[in-house]
């Protein structure tokens, strides 16, 4: 076996929680299983006291002094990376200034070829804040072209993506999604009641909310259905809080329906998969297309073989097919929102779309595998 000395480049990483944060990892590390040696180079935003360089889960992390202006995706490196003999170089997002910098910085010193990730293309359009959508779609495009213009091999996780980038920029890309953990199919289902003792959740059935809370992820549209749903359900919302979990609360006391809601906040993953198999669906009320590219949660509901509600941005469409996996629903429309969650309190519905789904999902060592193979065919090239 051809052993690589492959280079991750995104600006987090464990401990950072996120979902790319955590597609990072898992390729990272199952290419290590495969015998591979894996740099991860990274910034040093978020993780006081972490060490400059460390071994986890058999990859090297080294991470270089940044600085955040104002946005995650605006993280600039302070310092050269200190990296070499690399073979391949697979940098993660095109809208990460970080991303951009190091790639081009490590491929004009080590001549190593870059596959490069575009995540959320020229997605800035439908932004809320008015300061992002009016300069982003600037910067966006500004970055890609960086990015174009360095990728020998042109990779997405979003048929969304792939589609923008060969309509507008002319580029033909390949697909690679994300995966899940293989625990996700491993471990036994839990028991709703058990669950909804252990948290005080006094109502039988209820939908579930994974990811920041952030006002970009739609938790208001979901408290604002709950007044449109007759059953007596609940929500339950898990994440850390992104600066936004107050004020979903205080709607929630507004409009009636505090005792409804329940927020555990960050969870293990042990609690994630039992909460997940304790609900009737996960809901993804997203309102923006850019942070919504390939949502890994999707996936991990339907490992556990339940169906999921979302709105109708970013990638999410070309993954969900309504009706089939899951049901789709009209951006930040809480009454759109409520009639799909009251047509999957149908226990029959519901199972069947759960099932469906998991012929979607792709394990880890699936996806390191094909792209350990790409790497090769490159360099080959």
């Known amino acids: 076996m051809v052993v690589l000395r492959i280079c991750h480049i995104w600006h987090a ?117 008015i300061f992002t959508r009016l300069l982003g779609p600037y910067y966006g495009r500004r970055n890609t072209a960086r990015a174009l213009n360095i990728a020998d091999l042109i990779l997405v996780r979003s048929i969304r993506d792939m589609e923008i980038l060969k309509k507008v920029y002319g580029v033909e890309a390949t697909y690679i999604p994300d995966a899940v953990a293989d625990y996700y199919f491993t471990i036994g289902k839990g028991d709703p009641e058990e669950f909804n003792e252990e948290f005080g959740i006094k109502q039988e059935k209820i939908f579930l909310f994974i990811g920041r809370m952030h006002r970009l992820k739609g938790p208001h549209i979901l408290v604002k259905a709950l007044k449109y749903v007759s059953e007596n359900i609940a929500v339950v919302f898990i994440g850390p809080d992104g600066g936004y979990l107050k004020e979903t609360l205080d709607l929630a006391e507004r409009i009636g329906v505090r005792d409804k809601v329940y927020a555990l ?104 595998v094909k792209s350990v193979k790409l790497y090769k065919q490159t360099l080959a090239e």
């Not at 940044?66 to 690399?86: A, F, I, W």
């Not at 809208?95 to 010193?109: P, R």
């Open 265 to 368: 906040g960050y969870v293990d993953e042990e609690t994630k998969i039992r909460a997940l198999d304790s609900a009737v669906a996960l809901i993804l009320p997203s309102i923006t297309d850019y942070v919504e590219v390939y949502p890994m949660v999707i996936s991990e509901a339907w490992a556990r073989r339940k169906p999921v509600i979302a709105s109708k941005v970013g990638g999410i469409p070309y993954r969900i097919r309504d009706g089939v996996n899951g049901l789709l629903f009209e951006l930040s429309s809480p009454e759109s929102l409520a009639e799909a969650m009251s047509e999957l309190l149908d226990d029959e519905l519901s199972g069947k779309m759960g099932v469906n789904g998991r012929e979607d999902v792709l394990s880890w060592r699936e996806v390191a």
């Open 13 to 129: 990483y464990h401990p950072v929680i996120g979902g790319l944060e955590r597609a990072v990892k898992g390729l990272a590390e199952e290419q290590v299983k495969l015998g591979h040696e894996v740099i991860v180079v990274t910034s040093d935003v978020g993780v006081d006291n972490r060490p400059k360089e460390e071994v986890i889960g058999g990859a090297k992390v080294i991470r270089l002094k940044s600085m955040k202006l104002l946005y995650n995706d605006l993280t600039m490196p302070l310092e050269e990376p200190q990296v070499e003999d690399v073979d391949f170089v697979h940098a993660h997002s095109q809208n990460s200034l970080f991303s951009v910098m190091m790639a081009e910085k490590i491929k004009k010193k080590l001549q190593a070829k870059v596959a490069f990730c575009f995540m959320a293309v020229d997605a800035f359009g439908d932004y809320p804040d």
